[in-house]
């Protein structure tokens, strides 16, 4: 399993994430210095790092304002900042998931995969979990059909 992340290069505005922190102030946690904001993308099946990379590289990232990190099992490293991820709940239909297994295969990559689509938010300031799990639930995801975990 490949977890792919997109992050804004150095000098390219995080766009989604202001606007989160500012809906997080408006909530009235003032505590949240800043927000940063990156689509998850998790891919499973047969594909090697080679292949994780070209569809970072060639399908989920935009050359010029992107960059992505790539992980093997979902295992990075520690952050400065708190982490809440988002992802659809086991049978919710992702259609997003169901567009890149499409264009995967056009790259010519015609492994079996599966993908699952998210969100991470990475928050800076001294947060308290009780306050994460808050903003978490009352912003960032739709508790019906999508999951958070707090890292």
Do not use: C
């Not at 804004?8 to 997080?24: L, P, Q, Y």
């Amino acid at each position: 399993m490949y977890e792919i992340e997109i992050l804004s290069k150095a000098g390219f505005e995080n766009v989604r994430g202001e606007h989160v922190h500012a809906e997080i102030l408006q909530l009235g946690f003032k505590d949240v210095n800043k927000v940063e904001y990156s689509p998850l993308y998790k891919i499973e099946g047969q594909i090697d790092a080679a292949q994780a990379k070209t569809i970072a590289l060639e399908l989920l990232s935009d050359k010029i304002t992107e960059k992505h990190r790539l992980t093997k099992d979902g295992v990075s490293k520690k952050e400065k900042a708190s982490v809440i991820e988002v992802w659809f709940k086991k049978g919710v239909t992702d259609t997003v998931s169901e567009s890149v297994i499409k264009a995967v295969k056009d790259l010519g990559i015609n492994n079996d995969i599966s993908v699952k689509t998210g969100h991470k938010y990475y928050l800076y300031g001294k947060i308290s979990n009780t306050v994460l799990d808050k903003i978490a639930a009352k912003l960032l995801a739709n508790t019906l059909i999508q999951e958070y975990k707090i890292k």
